[in-house]
């Protein structure tokens, strides 16, 4: 068995995001932590250093691609792969190619196969 990741997920769509941290806690036996926003996000990225960050893309205020750049440019948080999390895959090509993210898993997915792509995407 693999060795379980402990996750942490910044996306503002609250039934999103109870709807991936069960299934990540049920279907892979992770540790996952939450934050409704970016800023929130950064918070606890550098308080729980996480071993991944999923990350949504569209969100106010702070959307995932600045919150992504702001992980990226912490020295302390730089080697933590992102997931991101986005519907607007072609809208948004050249800045997922060049955020910084380890990959993306695009909306809507599987609940069920979104822990493996996970594990695919970060190893």
Known sequence: MDTPFRVLLIDDDADLRKLIKLTLEFTAGWEVATAGDGAAGLEEA???KPDVIVLDVMMPVMDGYEVCRRLKQDPALAAIPVVLLTARK????E??????AAGVVLKPFDPEGLAARIRELVG
Do not use: A
């Open 90 to 93: 072609e809208q948004d090509e």
């Open 95 to 100: 800045r997922l190619r060049t955020s910084g």
């Open 46 to 48: 550098r308080r729980q």
